[in-house]
């Protein structure tokens, strides 16, 4: 809405701004261990990971998140086509300017009926990205239950309240901090963890609906 008005001088009381929404159920559904092991062996997934489900573009930021990975004891798993239009060429850069290709996983394109179970399984979910229009990752991992670390631009804040864990988007040092808070404190993470799953029932298809049809 601000860019709209900002970028085309239009008066303020003549934008709507109509919010993009999650299927809350679809996404906290329970999985069985056992189909939660089907997943890990269809992607080759390691025990504990961090997850990033998205393009693979300059603009989401993720050599940020690949430099925290030098002060981590886990992996990234880096879901995403990276033959995609627009690879960020910086991504393998990092990986090997750091030496992290044994931290780093490429499951490839992820089945969108994997992509709840596979949220679920992630001990956090990274979404360190500079720019955004919406960002309906970030609140399709708060209504799976997971822990989300984020950039800290306006529309993420916004969208994400007090549900999320926000860095500098390029300060790796704090997005590797973040992540530690997560892992290490599980009073943080379940605190953080009830609180994404109340802010992603926010964010529903009917109400997008009704704003729409309301404009």
């Given amino acids: 809405k601000k860019n709209i008005i900002d970028f085309y001088k239009i008066p303020p009381e003549k934008v709507d701004c109509a919010y993009n929404g999650v299927n809350f ?3 906290s559904r329970a999985y069985s261990a056992e189909e939660k092991e089907n997943i890990r062996k269809k992607y080759i997934l390691p025990e504990k990971f961090l997850l990033y489900i998205g393009t693979l573009q ?3 930021n993720i050599p940020a998140v690949i430099e925290a990975l030098k002060d981590l004891d886990i992996k990234l798993v880096l879901a995403g086509n990276r033959k995609a239009h627009n690879f960020d060429p910086k991504i393998d850069e990092t990986i090997e300017k750091n030496n992290l290709a044994n931290k780093i996983i490429f499951p490839g394109w992820i089945d969108e009926d994997d992509k709840p179970a596979l949220l679920q399984m992630a001990e956090c979910f990274v979404f360190p990205s500079l720019y955004e229009g919406f960002g309906i990752p970030l609140i399709e991992a708060m209504a799976a239950g997971t822990p989300v670390v984020c950039s800290g631009i306006p529309v993420l804040r916004e969208i994400g309240k007090d549900a999320a864990l926000f860095c500098e988007e390029k300060n790796s040092r704090e997005f590797a901090e973040n ?3 997560i892992l290490a404190d599980e009073n943080s993470r379940n605190n953080l ?3 994404g799953k109340n802010n992603a ?5 009917q109400k997008s609906a009704e704003k729409t049809l309301e404009a």
């Fill in 201 to 205: 029932q926010n964010f529903t298809w």
């Fill in 58 to 60: 300059p603009r989401k």
């Fill in 25 to 27: 159920e679809r996404f």
């Fill in 179 to 181: 992540i530690s808070k």
């Fill in 193 to 195: 963890i009830e609180k």
